[in-house]
């Protein structure tokens, strides 16, 4: 069974599908009861982050993922959601994130086009349970203004978007993905099955 942690923002019921069509159990819930007894936990999240962790901390949902990381389930983080596990974002100001995983969230350059909005291909960097079969140089599908800059060796992958940029990370049993696998096609099913499989 696999929690979709609803704390009001995202596109919960796009993952939600996505993970019943690769055959998983997946629920979307706020409820800390039903959270703890799940398998594995995904964060979704469309939006700000400042509002999104606010959010998180007045319904207590930061104390069910701390727990359920300690407890070695297998966690989700995507988009804003893989935004939210990092120490710090400076969206909108200076906000202070879960802190499961070093690193800051910063607004792209003004360089490219803002939001990143498109298919981009992934440049693995580490060999990742979630990659598994889903070919050479896979695209997938972006949505965001902000990305992670983070010197732990985390990084699963990255992708060119006027110059490298950090977008797929791993530590033990957390996982975080800055584009939408559950809009990535064929890809996207892929690693949202292999998620499943751990």
């Known amino acids: 069974m696999i929690a979709i942690i609803d704390y009001g923002m995202g596109n919960l019921r796009s993952v939600q599908k996505a993970l019943e069509f690769v055959g998983e159990t997946a629920v979307i819930t706020d409820d800390a009861d039903f959270m703890k007894k799940a398998d594995k936990l995904v964060l979704p ?10 959010t998180i901390r007045e319904k207590g949902i930061d104390k069910i993922i701390y727990e359920g990381v300690k407890a070695d389930k297998p966690f989700l983080g995507i988009c804003l959601g893989m935004q939210l596990i990092f120490d710090k974002s400076y969206e909108y100001g200076e906000f202070n994130g879960l802190g499961l995983i070093p690193g800051e969230i910063k607004l792209l350059p003004d360089s490219v086009k803002r939001p990143h909005i498109g298919w981009n291909d992934l440049n693995i960097k580490m060999r990742s349970p979630l990659f598994e079969n889903t070919g050479e140089n896979p695209y997938v ?3 965001h203004s902000y990305y992670l800059e983070t010197d ?10 006027g110059g490298e940029i950090q977008i797929a990370v791993q530590k033990d049993n957390i996982f975080a993905l800055q584009f939408h696998p559950e809009k990535s096609g064929d890809v996207g099913l892929e690693i949202l099955k292999n998620f499943g499989g751990l």
Do not use: K, L, R
């Open 45 to 54: 999240g469309v939006g700000a982050f400042g509002d999104a962790i606010n």
């Open 141 to 143: 599908y972006f949505v």
């Open 152 to 161: 732990a060796p985390v990084v699963s992958a990255t992708t060119n978007y």
